[in-house]
């Protein structure tokens, strides 16, 4: 079957894409319309089969449309040019809508096997397309259910006024929202609030109640307003907007007859950005979640510490007198061992330079590193959804858990990703690594942490009988936090007679409490 197919209705030319299952029976698919011609699914077709391929992706019909006056179909009522010699803009966006709804979408529906209903049925586009996505879920909410907005031009003429006084999006869409942390930096024009009128549109969407499982905002910090960043997020958007699960994990099924933590599920998933594995297990405590739903830790080296941690869960959650129930989310890997030394050194570490680490014990080489920050990227934008597709979760009581390079990442996500978790615990950590660059780390971003409220909690705890050098440095990064008058609250306990392992048993009581106080 040809990978692409040209139609035309009327004047207007389309672009078709079938899913690889299109031929092999009665199936119907969800379809994605998509502005400006396709190009965000023509650049990454390929991916998207594998996502298809490995069930990380419901299979869909893809519809680019062409436009040849993309000035004028994109925009919602006419506006001067932000340029000083550039064409102006023809506000014919209304006509644009109703044309995929009334004309379009019907022909498609007529002569393909689709999903017709409108939590099935998709408007995505890139920055004045993602504009008139935006608008088509205003106009024709019953047709079009799912919105996608990559790098969308909210900085056009009237719209943040439009976005103030309207009655905002119908809460039974979707709504997918992207932006560049560089889009804009280089205008001088409107164009110059790309960042700030998408946080803004995101945040007026989460005041007027807008369900938070129904609402994604990614922004990437490094990412331009260039196609490539537009095709990259593309996929994602498929996944949030289309897919009931949007990572479909594969389950993982425990042995035969082996024991296993009632109320725990175990799937695999396969992270976007990398193409690692992992394994990821939750625990959901029992009854209905609490209306601003539960706590939520997520904890590192899970082959180690989820069983301890859901089962202490499950036990001292119990009533009258229990804490308050929270849910564990385990990150582990497929294999047999406690800590995969290898995984852990690459996902729980900012590259180093040989120079800028110890000699290592036995005279060997250190394994790979850098993976730090693609492994919280996961966290964030995949793993986090997944879970909240799951279960409903108190977002303003996360927190995350590591223990020796997992307490170094702790420590590096609570300097380097402020809001995404509002409590570290840090066990054991190994501040050492890379020259101890967390205390340079602190220094530089310091100034943050001033006079913003409570931000975040830290809970660091270290066991006596560990190495001197994992005491001291503890002791001294926790009086370098407390030597300014900060927003972040910290705690710091020694306990006594515990190793480096053997502390691990012995702080799961106090850990608990944190999480859940």
């Known amino acids: 079957m040809k990978l692409f197919q040209e139609l035309l209705i009327g004047t207007r030319e389309m672009l078709l894409y079938l899913p690889p299952s299109y031929e092999q029976g009665n199936r119907q698919y969800p379809v994605a319309y998509v502005q400006d011609g396709g190009f965000q699914f023509t650049g990454c077709i390929r991916y998207l089969e594998h996502l298809f391929a490995t069930r990380q992706l419901s299979e869909l019909i893809l519809v680019g449309i062409q436009t040849e006056h993309r000035n004028d179909e994109y925009t919602p009522w006419s506006a001067n040019s932000v340029a000083k010699e550039g064409k102006g803009f023809g506000g014919n966006g209304r006509q644009y809508v109703d044309e995929i709804a009334d004309v379009l979408k019907p022909y498609i529906d007529k002569h393909y096997r689709t999903r017709k209903e409108a939590e099935y049925t998709a408007m995505i586009g890139g920055s004045l397309g993602g504009l008139i996505s935006w608008f088509a879920g205003h106009w024709r909410p019953e047709v079009f259910g799912r919105i996608g907005m990559l790098s969308a031009s909210l900085w056009y003429e009237g719209v943040m006024e439009y976005m103030k006084h309207s009655e905002g999006l119908k809460k039974?869409?979707?709504?997918?929202?992207?932006?560049?942390?560089?889009?804009?930096?280089?205008?001088?024009?409107?164009?110059?609030?790309?960042?700030?009128?998408?946080?803004?549109?995101?945040?007026?969407?989460?005041?007027?109640?807008?369900?938070?499982?129904?609402?994604?905002?990614?922004?990437?910090?490094?990412?331009?307003?260039?196609?490539?960043?537009?095709?990259?997020?593309?996929?994602?958007?498929?996944?949030?907007?289309?897919?009931?699960?949007?990572?479909n994990p594969v389950p993982v099924k425990s042995d035969a007859g082996g024991f296993q933590v009632p109320g725990t599920e175990s799937w695999r998933m396969i992270a976007r950005n990398t193409g690692r594995e992992y394994r990821i297990h939750v625990s959901v405590p029992q009854g209905p979640p609490p209306v601003e739903g539960y706590p939520v830790l997520y904890s590192l080296d899970a082959n180690a510490s989820f069983g301890i941690l859901a089962e202490s869960m499950s036990m001292q959650s119990r009533g009258p007198h229990g804490i308050p129930a929270a849910v564990i989310v385990g990150i582990g890997y497929d294999s047999p061992d406690l800590f995969v030394t290898g995984e852990r050194f690459r996902d729980y570490t900012v590259f180093a330079e040989a120079s800028e680490l110890p000699e290592r014990p036995g005279g060997s080489a250190w394994p790979d590193t850098g993976g730090a920050d693609d492994f919280l990227d996961f966290i964030e934008f995949q793993l986090k959804p997944a879970v909240e597709q799951r279960v409903a979760i108190n977002r303003s009581k996360q927190a995350m858990f590591g223990h020796s390079l997992g307490g170094f990442l702790s420590l590096y996500a609570m300097l380097s990703r402020k809001g995404t978790f509002q409590r570290f615990i840090a066990a054991s950590p190994s501040i050492w690594w890379k020259n101890k660059m967390l205390f340079q780390m602190w220094d530089e971003v310091m100034e943050e942490f001033k006079n913003n409220g409570k931000i975040a909690e830290l809970l660091v705890i270290v066991g006596t009988e560990e190495k001197e050098s994992m005491l001291t440095d503890a002791s001294e990064f926790i009086g370098k936090l407390r030597q300014t008058d900060t927003s972040l609250h910290t705690e710091f306990r020694e306990i006594e007679g515990e190793g480096h392992v053997s502390v691990i048993p012995s702080l799961i009581s106090p850990l608990l409490r944190f999480v859940t106080k």
């Not at 869409?173 to 960042?195: D, F, H, I, P, T």
């Open 172 to 247: 039974e869409l979707r709504v997918y929202l992207s932006v560049g942390g560089c889009e804009g930096k280089y205008k001088s024009n409107a164009q110059s609030g790309m960042v700030r009128y998408n946080e803004e549109l995101y945040a007026h969407m989460k005041e007027q109640g807008f369900p938070a499982d129904r609402l994604t905002f990614v922004l990437e910090p490094d990412a331009t307003h260039d196609d490539l960043f537009m095709i990259k997020r593309f996929p994602e958007a498929l996944q949030r907007l289309l897919d009931p699960a949007p990572e």
